[in-house]
């Protein structure tokens, strides 16, 4: 087998066994999974279960206290410039317009080195890919909430990372914009051959965008634990099969009812 085949046969992220907490108070514990290649991955759970705090601690911003952590194969103890993330406020800086922003850190030393060009033109697509090419040199306080995110976005697709890391996302937005963020996660990710691990406790988001949805819950004082994981095998565009996506709907909410 040659090294790049290999290679495409090792998971973008996988963990074994971590733990975390504050003090002596667990957040999670004995957590393990992994995601693949191109794989959507959908971390579910109630509020307050641990969901941002095992995020981060997959993308190397916090350390676990047991545990580890690898990325494309390799040992992760910092964030990855490889893997990229996006966070519930799209966190723009209002002095530099859309370009700028999409672009900002992408010649830091952390990252792979690109020539100016390259630059731009990676710049350029992702604004494109997020539907901005308009909004190009406006600046974040002349954008809605749902354009924001899609620059929140466009820049961490800039950085053409093997693996984008998403806390709830789309949840400050109204139902109809985050339902279009939603199709627009799935045609990006595929687009850019990236996978991705979305943090949600939308069940239905979970159940539109995953290829496989892990629930993490926690009963109270005790930490959190993966206690579920459904593959979802249903054919996109998933809204056209109401019956399966009910189905499934119906076994998570029973699972999280169980797990409470
Ligand atoms: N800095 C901190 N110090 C102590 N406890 C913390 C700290 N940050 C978070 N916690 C606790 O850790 C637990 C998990 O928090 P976390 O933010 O990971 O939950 P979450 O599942 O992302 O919740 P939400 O859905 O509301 O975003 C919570 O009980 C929270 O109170
Ligand atoms: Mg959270």
């Given at each position: 087998?040659?090294?790049?085949?290999?290679?495409?046969?090792?998971?973008?992220?996988?963990?074994?066994?971590?733990?975390?907490?504050?003090?002596?108070?667990?957040?999670?514990?004995?957590?393990?999974?992994?995601?693949?290649?191109?794989?959507?991955?959908?971390?579910?759970?109630?509020?307050?279960?641990?969901?941002?705090?095992?995020?981060?601690?997959?993308?190397?911003?916090a350390?676990?206290?047991q545990?580890?952590?690898?990325?494309?194969?390799?040992?992760?103890?910092?964030?990855?410039?490889?893997?990229?993330l996006?966070?519930?406020?799209?966190?723009?800086?209002?002095?530099?317009?859309?370009?700028?922003?999409?672009?900002?850190?992408?010649?830091?030393?952390?990252?792979?080195?690109?020539?100016?060009?390259?630059?731009?033109?990676?710049?350029?697509?992702?604004?494109?890919?997020?539907?901005?090419?308009?909004?190009?040199?406006?600046?974040?306080?002349?954008?809605?909430?749902?354009?924001?995110?899609?620059?929140?976005?466009a820049?961490?697709?800039?950085?053409?990372?093997?693996?984008?890391?998403?806390d709830?996302?789309?949840?400050?937005?109204?139902?109809?914009?985050r339902?279009?963020?939603?199709?627009?996660?799935?045609?990006?990710?595929?687009?850019w051959?990236?996978?991705?691990?979305?943090?949600?406790?939308?069940?239905?988001?979970?159940?539109?965008?995953?290829?496989?949805?892990?629930?993490?819950?926690?009963?109270?004082?005790?930490?959190?634990?993966?206690?579920?994981?459904?593959?979802?095998?249903?054919?996109?565009?998933?809204?056209?099969?109401?019956?399966?996506?009910?189905?499934?709907?119906?076994?998570?909410?029973?699972a999280?009812?169980?797990?409470?």
């Amino acid at each position: 087998m040659t090294a790049a085949v290999s290679a495409t046969l090792v998971p973008a992220l996988e963990a074994h066994d971590l733990r975390f907490g504050y003090g002596e108070r667990a957040v999670f514990d004995g957590v393990g999974l992994s995601v693949g290649r191109r794989e959507i991955v959908c971390l579910l759970g109630g509020s307050g279960c641990g969901k941002s705090t095992l995020l981060r601690t997959l993308a190397g911003l916090a350390a676990p206290q047991q545990g580890t952590v690898s990325f494309l194969g390799q040992p992760l103890r910092a964030p990855h410039p490889r893997a990229a993330l996006v966070f519930q406020q799209p966190s723009l800086l209002p002095w530099l317009d859309v370009t700028a922003n999409v672009g900002f850190g992408l010649d830091f030393a952390r990252q792979p080195a690109t020539d100016k060009a390259t630059r731009a033109r990676r710049i350029a697509e992702a604004i494109d890919a997020v539907g901005l090419t308009p909004f190009a040199h406006a600046y974040p306080a002349q954008l809605s909430g749902g354009q924001a995110q899609r620059v929140a976005l466009a820049r961490a697709l800039a950085r053409e990372p093997e693996l984008l890391f998403a806390d709830e996302p789309f949840s400050a937005l109204d139902a109809v914009t985050r339902a279009g963020m939603q199709e627009l996660l799935v045609e990006l990710v595929h687009r850019w051959h990236t996978a991705a691990l979305l943090v949600t406790h939308d069940i239905d988001e979970a159940i539109l965008v995953a290829d496989r949805i892990l629930l993490l819950a926690s009963r109270p004082g005790a930490p959190g634990r993966l206690v579920r994981e459904w593959r979802v095998d249903i054919p996109r565009p998933r809204e056209q099969h109401g019956e399966a996506v009910v189905r499934l709907r119906l076994d998570i909410v029973a699972a999280l009812r169980a797990a409470a």
